[in-house]
């Protein structure tokens, strides 16, 4: 069973920063892709930012030059540091990983819990 456990999200001012951590456990054999997806109430989930297993990045224009997303491949976590935050920024934000696990010869895509990040005086 492997599970997405992600942290880090909370309240705070615009102009302001948070990193949001999300690590993967269980039986993982590789980790491909791992990405930070957000949605806000009404709007459909988007990509905000994804890393490859060699650590190349890619980012929604809506958060280039604010957001950094990194890796830790011996601890299996991703890390999502938001800088510069804007109230447009509020959002259940989501971690996603493609993965293999230690049971399967597949690559499947799994998702944490999400965690809530609010913009705002």
């Known amino acids: 069973q492997v599970q997405l456990v992600e942290s880090g999200g909370g309240l705070v001012q615009p102009g302001g920063s948070l990193r949001l951590s999300c690590a993967a456990s269980?039986?993982?054999?590789?980790?491909?892709?791992m990405a930070w997806y957000r949605q806000a109430p009404g709007k459909q989930r988007e990509l905000v930012a994804s890393?490859?297993?060699?650590?190349?990045?890619n980012y929604t224009n809506s958060v280039k030059g604010r957001f950094t997303i990194s890796r830790d491949n011996a601890k299996n976590t991703v890390y999502l540091q938001m800088n510069s935050l804007k109230p447009e920024d509020t959002a259940v934000y989501y971690c996603?990983?493609?993965?293999?696990?230690?049971?399967?010869?597949?690559?499947?895509?799994?998702w944490g819990q999400g965690t809530q990040v609010t913009v705002s005086e």
């Open positions: 269980g039986s993982i054999f590789s980790i491909y892709t």
């Open positions: 996603n990983a493609r993965l293999r696990s230690g049971d399967s010869t597949s690559v499947n895509t799994y």
């Open positions: 890393v490859t297993r060699g650590s190349v990045t």
